[in-house]
């Protein structure tokens, strides 16, 4: 629907009423909207964003003319309104200080109708440019706004989803690690216990945040191979012979060759620890007799968290040793079954092992 441009609207100051009556008349005639100030302060009482230039006489009593310019540039909104001095004064200096003050522009006294009438189309369509420039400008920053708004909402949405998708991920990891402790006779407390030992291991080591949540969430997997192992031999009360513990010890393989392959990361470490939690120190661990640093340092710490929670929980072959009496087993195998610096790092923290023991308890 077209509509008519809104006429500009024009503040008259002038402390004489027969001035103030003859610029409206002027005005008026040319189709502009006018409103009248006999005085400064009547001035910026009536001066606000509707105006769209203000003709000032700058000798009135009280407050002047460059008093009233000043105190409109000093009105953030307002402070680009044109100001157009309507005087009598012609001395050089007398221009300079309206122009320091703020002015834009001069009329003479007595007012030329076509030199007022040119000066005010100057300024008001350069004024109708920059309120142009602003409008855009606040369509803009509302656009800016709608959309970041609109996009965080989105971002919200997503980190739920996300965060979602990782507690099913983790959920099904850890029941399905469950699902292999379960077969062992086992509770899935173990699988708790073990990975918590793990991630105190890594960040006592210095591991960074994202990796010690990788073992934290990766490490219960490193037995899931046990349910490729027939009952007959995994919960076999005595001790295993030769043959049935080569079975045995295919759980480490058969682990990796289940988890690995996968886009997750969780699954693709849960597969090197099941290879590798075995291994030992001095290369005499299974199953392929990896030493020193050539075994990965996610399944040196694993074997280490492994070991304590075995040697501390009841198993089908034996009842749970005391914390002492495991930790002495241990010692003995610092440097040969174990990484000496993680073992280290494993006795100093022990009040925190203790602390995740209590809390885990079957």
Known sequence: ??????????????DELINRKVL??????????????????????????????????????????????????????????PIVMVTALSAKEDRLKAVECGANDFVAKPIDSTELSVRMTSLLRMKGYRDE??????????????????LRATLVELEHARLETVRAHMETIHKLSAAAEYKDED??????????????????????????????NSSPMHDIGKMGIPDAILLKPGKLDDQEWEVMRRHTVMGANILGGSSSKYLEAGALIAATHHEKWDGTGYPERLSGVNIPLFGRIAAI??????????????????????????????????????????????????????????
């Not at 509707?50 to 006489?57: A, C, F, G, R």
């Open 24 to 81: 409206e008349g002027l005005l008026k005639a040319s189709g502009l909207e006018c409103v009248t100030a006999d005085s400064g302060q009547m001035a910026l009482s009536l001066i606000d964003e509707t105006i769209d230039l203000v003709l000032l006489d700058i000798m009135m009593p009280g407050m002047d003319g460059y008093l009233v310019a000043k105190a409109i540039r000093e009105i953030p909104k307002l402070s680009d309104i």
């Open 1 to 14: 629907m077209y509509m008519e441009e809104k006429p500009a609207k024009i503040l008259i100051v002038d």
């Open 305 to 362: 968290a492994d070991v304590f929670d075995a040697l501390t929980t009841k198993r089908p072959y034996k009842d749970a040793y005391s914390n002492e009496k495991a930790v002495s087993i241990m010692a003995q195998g610092r440097g040969t079954h174990f990484d000496p610096t993680l073992y280290d790092i494993f006795i100093a923290n022990f009040a925190l092992i203790e602390d995740i023991q209590r809390e885990c308890r079957d």
């Open 133 to 150: 420039v602003k409008r855009y400008q606040q369509r803009l920053e509302q656009m800016v706004s709608e959309k970041t708004k609109a």
């Open 187 to 216: 509770t899935a407390s173990h699988i708790h216990r073990m990975s918590r030992y793990c991630a105190v291991i890594a960040d006592q080591f210095g591991l960074d945040e994202d990796a010690v949540d990788l073992i934290l």
